[in-house]
């Protein structure tokens, strides 16, 4: 079965992969990604300078469900750079970010005068920052810095966006998003602020308990997230879908939403790298059963009740 995907010039053997900040603050872990049958991967969001995130415990996990508040722990763009670099591969992915516009552009000026070759993907929606909201719902800050980004960045760029809930909120977002010339978007980053509880406690140090909420239990916001911009956007812009896939099946619901590649992140930091071996399985399955060769076959062809 062929899972192989595109997006903008760049080809992947299968369209499986880590989703940022599962696997990949490290050079052996992101060596473990390359060494799996995931088809790229996409490094853990660096920002100016290496940070140690926020106090623990701050991340809980299921096979099928998580809470985090990481704050953005990564070890600083040069040391994601520096590996990129050496790297004979070029279709791969750096995750980037800063606590600030003015360090955002930052890190993206070092990527441009870098000899990274690959995607860049421009994180706009973590949650867990103390006092720092999420960029991507603030509409004219996200204009404001694309805006400022499109000046001097002029390497392959894709944004990673919060869930959004409602359509008129999928419409001015996906206005915005047209504008541009983005490689890709990728939809969902965790949904902010949920709780835990256990023995009347919550289950996560910073923030009082606050964090963002992944696995499973995000499919439905995850898929609904990825037709709905896959409706919306400019064809050049290609998904990436992330959010609740733990199977095959999950996959392929993603992919028949529109999605050109799929990320794994709390089954992945639940089973590790062998996860990409199974769920490739079970969706080349899926595919063989019902007829369908390639992800094109089938990619977006999502089927409505009508009258
Ligand atoms: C974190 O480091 O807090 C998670 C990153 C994210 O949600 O973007």
Redesign the pocket.
Known sequence: MNLSTEIADYKFETCLMNA??VHCQFREELDGLLNSKAGSFVTK?ATSQERK?NPEPRFVSHLDASI??????NQGIDYYLDYLELLERKNVFLSVSGLSKEEIFEVLLKVEKSNFKGLTEL?L?????VGKPQTAYDFELMREILDRVYSFFTKPLGV?LPPYFDLVHFDKVAMILNDYPLAFVNTI??IGNGLWIKDETVVLKPKQGFG?IGGSAIKATALANVHAFYQRLNSSIAIIGTGGIVTGQDAFEHILCGASMVQIGTALAYEGPEIFEWVGQELSQIMAEKGYDTIHSFRGQLKYIEE
């Open positions: 940022a900040g969001t995130g985090n508040s990481m704050g953005l722990p994180n929606s973590c949650p867990n920052v990673k980053n965790s963002g």
